[in-house]
Nanobody, 121 residues
Framework: EVQLVESGGGSVQTGGSLRLSCAASGFTFDEYAIGWFRQVPGKEREGVSCISISDGDTYYAESVKGRFTISSDNAKNTVYLEMNNLKPEDTAVYYC??????????????WGHGTQVTVSS
């Protein structure tokens, strides 16, 4: 059974930090791209960051460049999203997802259930 389980969300003040984790199981981890997406009510799901597990290539949305860092621990089949200097506009439910090719919300093969991140001013 494929599972992606997010953890690490919570509530912080502006300027604070959080580290999200995405624990994967049930598929060949190092063949996939793992992405972080976020969504607020009434808006489309937005791509935040992506990592290709096989070669380590990463992608960041412009809105998070310089503040967020994606990484993976292949021994633990886990992807992390280190989020620093958080802003109220980062408030959203954060999801991790996996795909064999790339990180595009409309084509991801597997999704987690999400974790809430709330940043207060």
């Amino acid at each position: 059974e494929v599972q992606l389980v997010e953890s690490g969300g919570g509530s912080v003040q502006t300027g604070g930090s959080l580290r999200l984790s995405c624990a994967a199981s049930g598929f060949t981890f190092d063949e996939y791209a793992i992405g972080w997406f976020r969504q607020v009510p009434g808006k489309e799901r937005e791509g935040v960051s992506c990592i290709s597990i096989s070669d380590g290539d990463t992608y960041y949305a412009e809105s998070v460049k310089g503040r967020f860092t994606i990484s993976s621990d292949n021994a633990k089949n886990t992807v992390y999203l280190e989020m620093n200097n958080l802003k109220p506009e980062d408030t959203a439910v954060y999801y991790c997802a996996a795909d064999l090719v790339t990180c595009v919300a409309s084509i991801m093969d597997y999704w987690g259930h999400g974790t809430q991140v709330t940043v207060s001013s």
